[in-house]
């Protein structure tokens, strides 16, 4: 025992190190406990990816649901996330995160075991307080399957068997579809928002900076706001208005996003306000290259490493929190919810709203419409 302790360390070790040469991509600080929880193998398949050129925010979520599922293998099954995976593990996974509250009620065997859980929670991989939603447990087994079939191995995720289950299981125990954010950020939100960093603070300037560039860019996405860098930028010739003003204008090159194909270069613009409120966030925290955004420690040095996402989520609850409104309402989605729902407030046709936010499906993008015309429509004002 004593002398497999050292070799273990070494792994780990060794992981660490192989994961830190993925720091552009991965959530580095969380880095020492998926060295914990992932194997050689999948570090490896890891950098494959990296390689073939696989999206940033596709190979971020596909790593941290590779982990959590090593984490359930482990405390479910006392094994490592077995290749390929055995179609009775595929079912155990679906009944331990889609099960019926209320059954479990009568039945305390119902859903995950007691023991498995307390495990998950204790290393920090397992939030939820109930059965797990749909749409995760889905996607979990799509990146599980997409793994498998990268290491060339056949699989059971297209069976029958597993497909009645999972149906099934969704039926047995249905749940109200929550939007990421509760609150759509609108723009009378944003005032409010942007007047809790109207000061000269670099935090002030920051966080300014990066309201407006995620909302006035169509909403980005929180991994995207956090992932920028200057060399995205371009400098355009400036907007004039009908009273002959000029705003400076600026393009941002997003690259490959969650819903672009491959190869293509996704281009968003900024114009007047949002650009001079970038231009003062650079000027002050002298960033001339690398990251833009950044975090800022207790003594006001700025980090030469880009903000993780998880902190452009925190900024903006932070921000809501001082205004006055309820934290839990709003996340760093309401920016993107809140874009598209000012513009149709706005009156501004939907394809060229979406040529900015990037949505590439109409029927998703067509629900913000539809809602802000039904909530001040005819239909909803009867009495």
Known sequence: MADSEPIASAGVGNRSVEL???A??????????????????DVATLRHLVK??????????????????????????????????????????????????????????????????????SEGVLKSRGPHAPNTVRRRLANWSTLTKWRGLESAFASPALKSAIRLAIRAAPRQRLRKSAKAVTADVLARLLATCAGDSLRDLRDRAILMVAFASGGRRRSEV?????????????VITEDGTPLPSLSIHLGRTKTSGAGEDEVVY?????????????????IDGGSVFRAIDRWGNVSKRALDPQAVNAIVKQRVAVAGLEAGEFSAHGLRSGYLTEAANRGIPLPEAMEQSRHRSVQQASGYYNNATRRSGRAARML
Do not use: C
Request: proline fraction near 8%; aromatic fraction near 6%; hydrophobic fraction near 45%.
């Open 20 to 22: 830190d040469a993925l």
């Open 24 to 41: 552009a991509i991965l959530p580095m600080d969380r880095r020492d406990k998926l060295a914990e929880l992932l194997t050689d193998d």
């Open 52 to 121: 073939q050129g696989m999206g940033v925010n596709t190979l971020r979520a596909l790593t941290s649901d590779l982990a959590y599922l090593e984490a359930w293998s482990q405390a479910a099954t006392a094994a490592p996330l077995p290749w390929p995976a055995p179609e009775p593990l595929l079912m155990k996974f679906i009944a331990h995160h889609l099960w019926d509250p209320r059954h479990r009620e009568i039945d305390r065997e119902h859903g995950m075991p007691a023991e498995v859980e307390q495990v998950l929670r």
């Open 226 to 238: 956090a992932g920028l860098r200057t060399e995205q930028f371009t400098v355009e010739l400036p």
């Open 270 to 286: 900024l114009t007047g306000r949002p650009v001079e409120a970038l231009d003062a966030w650079l000027r002050a925290a002298k």
